[in-house]
């Protein structure tokens, strides 16, 4: 990676020093183990989505019993203690055994394991004394006097107060179940094994220094430096290391105190600088709810705000806000640029007329590599202006991800993927899905659009090789091996009547705008028709114009393309036909042709349609109308409105006037419970492109009976549909 390298191409580099060599764990190893994700859903109920998803708070409250007052409030300020230590995350191996350590950190010459601290006398903490307690957290020398891997933040934790060390003993001791669990050994060999090295370590780099208030500052600054700088220990992934792996700084005082917290990547995450962040309420939402206006934490700081800064309390959290605020801006790292009254790095808005867009959509969005691959594949959720959703998809314009001329966090998440904290605010998990289907080449040039577009056009351009060299490292798995070829939209940019075809893509992108004459309701084509065609099983496009002219039975004659178009447009869009001789719809059977390939007309198509799903299935209403309120309101509206924002359809309306007709395919059960299973919701699951489906088969019938039967727009033509067929079971008329 370029400017700052990761813990482990440090290690190849500095391989020959044993010093060094014992401290490559890398703090982040920790977090990339496989940390399963509380499932939004529990118990084995018949239907896994229909409630509400829960937030488990796995630091344990298991105390112990016969407690007196005062003890008990100890206990409890330790149990907060712990809340602040984040020690959970670490020491917990299986997740029904919490604080009973086995969490393994893989390094490259081997393993090392959190260890029991829960009080079993024999495999556990049990035996410590407060005084080898103490000295375990600030020196990192265990009970029997073994030298522990900085890995355990000790050189943080070396801050904290007596008062709230004894606090945290008391929870650890009374508040915490012995459970008999032995540690594992330590799987490095030789030299890695040989701790003696480690006391050579804390020697050369220890600070060990209890925190000391700064009297010049307020009291709530103090409390915020004293959780950053000692429980918190932030630092351990947001200060630049050294060559020790040392943290530069473990405050912001002193000659190296610029270093503190000036960002460092870690495990291929960049650890944005913290300095000079934001309001103090700005960064205490962030730490509470895993989101603010700005963005959403990603990577490795979703486990730190889910296990720990939740739970912080808002005084606290303001408290660290205050802080981080006061910090001078660094030179080392880039400070996060967020302007008060944020103005675009794009150039002016488009020209007005019937296809005016907003004016913060990028000139380039239709007319680059990058931003054909951004309206493919990230419009749906990050928006043509990159603002997001608000309370649901996080902004990219102006956001600090994307403001580092670091781009690790950027391709990383392309490659593998985030899932958003789950908090109490936000207790459902939304996915950003891995992209790791698009080539090196297609992840650098939508980087270097979004980048330029929302973060910092000066920033250096990524290169294809700096997103070879992350998936090699990172082992990128293989989201599927579906043959569905996903059509590029950039790859539209290399026909010769290129700027039809982008004409054509926008109509089924922006119908309703472009044709405000043709569209009677809130949709797009691209509202069932995915990534405008492009998705599989989400009635995609692909070969879809060798097939015509083909018998429709519902007309019960042969049409053409153009007349199934225009199927959409009255049933499907509650509108009028579009004249088969226009430029818009010559444009649209172009766009068609073009994703036709070598299609013939006896040929199956992978990943046309919708899918099937079994008709023998009964619906539950009445479990539809859970699944709605708990997997779809969410964008789709509580009462099947759909999301608007400032007169602009967002997500549409699945009921109602601006919804399809009653005539149209979706209105039946099982057509719109196939499109359901396969396609809804969106960021539920893994699934590439949309994180698309994970309803069981009997939940998507449920929900789809519940939204077809609701009240929608009459359909007067239906009178002649099916002539010479029979009508199928579960037609609404
Ligand atoms: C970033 C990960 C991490 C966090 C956070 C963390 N620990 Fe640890 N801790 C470890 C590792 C790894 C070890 C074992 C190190 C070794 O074997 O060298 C360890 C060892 C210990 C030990 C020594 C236990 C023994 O077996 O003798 C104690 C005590 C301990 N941690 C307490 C805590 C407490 C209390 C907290 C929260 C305030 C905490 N740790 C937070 C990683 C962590
Ligand atoms: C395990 C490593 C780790 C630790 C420990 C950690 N962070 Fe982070 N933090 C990160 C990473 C990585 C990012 C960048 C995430 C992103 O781009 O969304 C980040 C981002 C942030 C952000 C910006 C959020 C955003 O995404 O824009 C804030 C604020 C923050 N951290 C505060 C803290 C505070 C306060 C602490 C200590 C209580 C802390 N972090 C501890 C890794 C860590
Ligand atoms: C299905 C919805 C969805 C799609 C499609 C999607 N994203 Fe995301 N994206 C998310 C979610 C959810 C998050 C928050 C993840 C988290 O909190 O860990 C996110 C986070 C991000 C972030 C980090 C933001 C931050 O604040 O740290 C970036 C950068 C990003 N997405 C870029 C993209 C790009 C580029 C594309 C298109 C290639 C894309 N996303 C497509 C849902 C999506
Ligand atoms: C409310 C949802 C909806 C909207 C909006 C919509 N369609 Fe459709 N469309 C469908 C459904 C459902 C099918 C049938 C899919 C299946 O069962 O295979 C379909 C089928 C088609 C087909 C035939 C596909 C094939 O594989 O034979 C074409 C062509 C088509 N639509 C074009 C469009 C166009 C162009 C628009 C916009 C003007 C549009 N649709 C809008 C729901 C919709
Ligand atoms: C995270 C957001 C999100 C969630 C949650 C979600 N959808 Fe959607 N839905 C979308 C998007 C985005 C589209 C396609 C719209 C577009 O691209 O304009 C869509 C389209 C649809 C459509 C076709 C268009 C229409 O208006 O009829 C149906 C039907 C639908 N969703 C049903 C559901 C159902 C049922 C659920 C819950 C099981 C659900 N959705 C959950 C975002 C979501």
Redesign the pocket.
């Known amino acids: 990676m370029p400017q700052s390298l990761t813990p482990s191409a440090v290690t190849k580099i500095l391989g020959a020093i044993p010093l060094v060599l014992l401290w490559t764990?890398g703090?982040g190893n920790?977090f990339a183990q496989e940390q399963p994700q509380p499932r939004p859903t529990l118990g084995p109920q018949a239907s896994p989505n229909a409630s509400a998803p829960q937030v488990i708070d796995d630091l344990p409250a298991s105390y112990a019993a016969g407690l007196d007052a005062p003890t008990k409030a100890l206990v409890d300020k330790g149990r907060y203690?712990?809340r602040?230590?984040?020690?959970?995350?670490?020491?917990t191996g299986d997740k029904s055994k919490p604080l009973a350590?086995g969490?393994a950190?893989t390094t490259p010459f081997g393993k090392?394991?959190?260890?029991?601290?829960t009080p079993d006398p024999k495999t556990?903490?049990g035996r410590?004394s407060f005084e080898q307690?103490e000295r375990?957290?600030r020196k990192?020398v265990?009970?029997?006097g073994?030298?522990?891997?900085p890995?355990?933040?000790?050189p943080s934790?070396a801050k904290?107060s007596t008062d709230d060390l004894k606090a945290?003993y008391a929870y650890?001791m009374k508040g915490v179940k012995p459970v008999e669990q032995a540690?594992l050994p330590?799987g490095m060999s030789f030299p890695f094994n040989q701790?003696w090295g480690?006391a050579l370590w804390n020697w050369a780099f220890l600070e060990g220094k209890p925190f000391e208030p700064n009297p010049q500052q307020s009291a709530q600054w103090n409390r915020g430096a004293y959780i950053v700088q000692g429980?918190g220990?932030c630092g351990?992934c947001h200060t630049p290391r050294g060559i020790g792996f040392q943290e530069k700084a473990m405050s912001e005082a002193g000659p190296k105190g610029i270093y503190y917290l000036a960002g460092e990547t870690v495990e291929n995450w960049r650890a944005l600088s913290l300095r000079g962040l934001w309001t103090p309420e700005e960064t205490a939402e962030m730490l509470k709810t895993g989101r603010n206006r700005h963005g959403a934490v990603a990577g490795n700081m979703v486990d730190v705000v889910q296990h720990s800064t939740q739970y912080f309390t808002d005084s606290d959290l303001l408290a660290i806000g205050i802080y981080l605020k006061s910090l001078p801006p660094s030179e080392y790292d880039k400070p996060m640029q967020v302007a008060p009254n944020p103005t675009l790095a794009i150039a002016p808005p488009a020209p007005q007329g019937p296809i005016a867009r907003a004016a913060n959509v990028p000139v380039d969005l239709y007319t680059s590599r990058g931003g054909l691959g951004y309206l493919q594949f990230c419009n749906d959720c990050h928006r043509s202006d990159g603002a997001g959703v608000a309370g649901v998809f996080p902004p990219l314009s102006d956001n600090p991800a994307l403001q580092q001329d670091n781009p690790a966090t950027f391709v990383h998440i392309m490659l593998t993927g985030s899932k958003s904290a789950q908090t109490q605010t936000y207790a459902r998990v939304l996915t950003m899905p891995s992209f790791s289907r698009l080539s090196n080449e297609e992840i650098a040039e939508i980087g270097n659009f979004v980048r330029k577009s929302w973060g910092r056009s000066e920033s250096k351009p990524i290169t294809t090789e700096v997103v070879a060299d992350m998936r090699k490292e990172l082992d990128v798995k293989k989201i599927d091996n579906r043959k569905f070829e996903t059509p590029r939209l950039a790859n539209m940019l290399k026909e010769s009547n290129a700027p039809q075809l982008v004409q054509g893509a926008r109509l089924n992108l922006e119908t309703r705008d472009l044709l405000p004459h043709n569209v009677g309701n809130a949709l797009n084509c691209t509202s069932c028709h995915l990534n405008a065609g492009t998705v599989a099983d989400g009635s995609p496009y692909v070969g879809v114009s060798a097939f015509f002219p083909s018998y429709a039975p519902r007309s019960g004659r042969v049409i053409t393309l153009a007349d199934r178009i225009n199927g959409c447009f009255l049933r499907s869009m509650n509108g009028k036909a579009l004249p088969v001789d226009s430029a818009e719809m010559k444009a649209m059977i172009a766009y068609f042709d073009w994703m036709k390939r070598e299609t013939k007309p006896e040929d199956k198509v992978e990943g046309r349609g919708v899918g099937k799903i079994d008709t023998k299935l009964v619906p539950n209403v009445a479990n539809g109308k859970q699944i709605y309120t708990n997997q779809c309101a969410l964008c789709h509206g509580k009462d099947g409105e759909g999301i608007q924002n400032a007169g602009r359809w967002i997500y549409p309306p699945l009921w109602g006037d601006q919804s399809f007709n009653i005539g149209a395919g979706m209105a039946r059960t099982y057509t719109a419970a196939a499109f359901v299973k396969r396609n809804m919701p969106i960021a539920f699951h893994d699934n590439f492109p949309l994180g698309q489906g994970g309803l069981t088969d009997q939940e998507a019938v449920d929900v789809a009976e519940y939204f077809t039967h609701m009240p929608r727009p009459d359909f007067a033509a239906k009178a002649k549909d099916w002539p010479k067929d029979k009508k199928p079971f579960d037609a609404r008329y």
């Open positions: 764990i703090y920790l203690v712990a602040l230590g984040d020690c959970v995350a670490c020491h350590g969490l950190l090392l394991y959190s260890t029991n601290i556990g903490i410590y307690f375990v957290m990192g265990a009970s029997d073994h030298n522990l891997y890995a355990m933040p000790y934790y904290m945290l650890l540690n330590l701790r480690l429980a220990h351990a």
